[in-house]
């Protein structure tokens, strides 16, 4: 999935904060029980109040389904 995320990441550039996150690091490890987050991958839209807008645990997901999820 990294090369899909690199991709979206720059093509929304400036519009979007896209983060791949390592669970295996402590901010990972706190990122993953903030969003309780079990599955790898996860992808979790949050929108600018913070709040989760998509979400999807332990599958993998398409290119057109992660920019759908970020254009709304």
């Known amino acids: 999935m990294r090369p899909v995320v ?3 990441e720059r093509e ?9 996150v390592n669970l295996q ?3 990972g ?3 993953a029980a903030l969003y ?8 979790v839209v ?5 709040e989760v807008r998509f979400r999807v645990d332990g599958r ?12 709304n």
């Open 25 to 27: 690091t402590p901010v």
């Open 12 to 20: 929304f550039g400036a519009d979007a904060h896209v983060m791949s």
């Open 36 to 43: 309780d987050i079990e599955a790898v991958p996860s992808f």
């Open 60 to 71: 993998v997901q398409s290119r057109k389904t992660l920019v759908a999820a970020l254009r």
């Open 6 to 8: 690199d991709g979206i």
């Open 46 to 50: 949050l929108d600018g109040a913070g």
């Open 29 to 31: 490890r706190g990122i």
